[in-house]
């Protein structure tokens, strides 16, 4: 079954951020100033989470990702493109270093939601309109957001700030790797 791989990455994603759950987030979390001498908060900083909702909001979003990805028969390039966008979501912040501190793994939801929407647009039929109307959410999303405002912002509901420029590092990091794998597989 082609979207096993799918499903055990969203898996992987959620386990590891309840792994990391009561670890010192101060030692994964994404901080600019350290990415050259520490290269793994690039990917552990996905995993951290700040509060007990920020944890329960992405533990949903892999939810919601996995089954997509299952019923998309979402497979293993695909799944590759979002390993291979872990750690460019966060480097992609680099861009943003007034963001001192990042954690969670929204923007590697987004980079998931970007990969799927990639990959349904390739095919034909009716799973083409389906990618091509998530594709246009997360553009509206985004948008919505204003990510190249403020790095963060309060969101009614949420215990912690949003960083949207994350979700639009994750977004265009997903495209990207999902361009990257599709090449390998097209060959």
Same mark, same amino acid.
């Given at each position: 079954?082609?979207?096993?791989?799918?499903?055990?990455?969203?898996?992987?994603?959620?386990?590891?951020?309840?792994?990391?759950?009561?670890?010192?987030?101060?030692?994964?979390?994404?901080?600019?100033?350290?990415?050259?001498?520490?290269?793994?908060?690039?990917?552990?900083?996905? !995993?951290?989470?700040?509060?007990?909702?920020?944890?329960?909001?992405?533990?949903?979003?892999?939810?919601?990702?996995?089954?997509?990805?299952?019923?998309?028969?979402?497979?293993?390039?695909?799944? =590759?493109?979002?390993?291979?966008? =872990?750690?460019?979501?966060?480097?992609? =912040?680099?861009?943003?270093?007034?963001?001192?501190?990042?954690?969670?793994?929204?923007?590697?939801?987004?980079? =998931?939601?970007?990969?799927?929407?990639?990959?349904?647009?390739?095919?034909?039929?009716?799973?083409?309109?389906?990618?091509?109307?998530?594709?246009?959410?997360?553009?509206?999303?985004?948008?919505?957001?204003?990510?190249?405002?403020?790095?963060?912002?309060?969101?009614?509901? !949420?215990?912690?700030?949003?960083?949207?420029?994350?979700?639009?590092?994750?977004?265009?990091?997903?495209?990207?790797?999902?361009?990257?794998?599709?090449?390998?597989?097209?060959?």
């Amino acid at each position: 079954m082609a979207s096993r791989v799918w499903l055990m990455l969203c898996a992987a994603l959620a386990a590891l951020s309840l792994l990391a759950w009561p670890l010192p987030r101060e030692a994964l979390d994404w901080q600019p100033a350290l990415a050259g001498a520490q290269p793994w908060r690039a990917v552990t900083a996905a !995993f951290v989470h700040w509060t007990p909702i920020h944890l329960g909001a992405n533990l949903a979003g892999c939810a919601v990702l996995a089954l997509l990805g299952w019923r998309a028969t979402m497979g293993s390039s695909e799944a =590759l493109a979002a390993l291979i966008a =872990l750690p460019l979501t966060q480097l992609g =912040l680099l861009l943003r270093p007034e963001l001192l501190h990042y954690g969670g793994l929204s923007g590697e939801l987004h980079a =998931l939601a970007a990969i799927a929407a990639m990959a349904l647009l390739t095919r034909g039929g009716r799973e083409r309109w389906v990618g091509a109307g998530i594709a246009l959410g997360l553009v509206i999303k985004l948008f919505l957001e204003h990510p190249l405002g403020p790095v963060l912002r309060d969101t009614p509901g !949420f215990d912690f700030p949003v960083a949207p420029f994350a979700h639009l590092t994750g977004a265009v990091a997903g495209a990207l790797a999902w361009r990257l794998t599709m090449r390998r597989s097209d060959k």
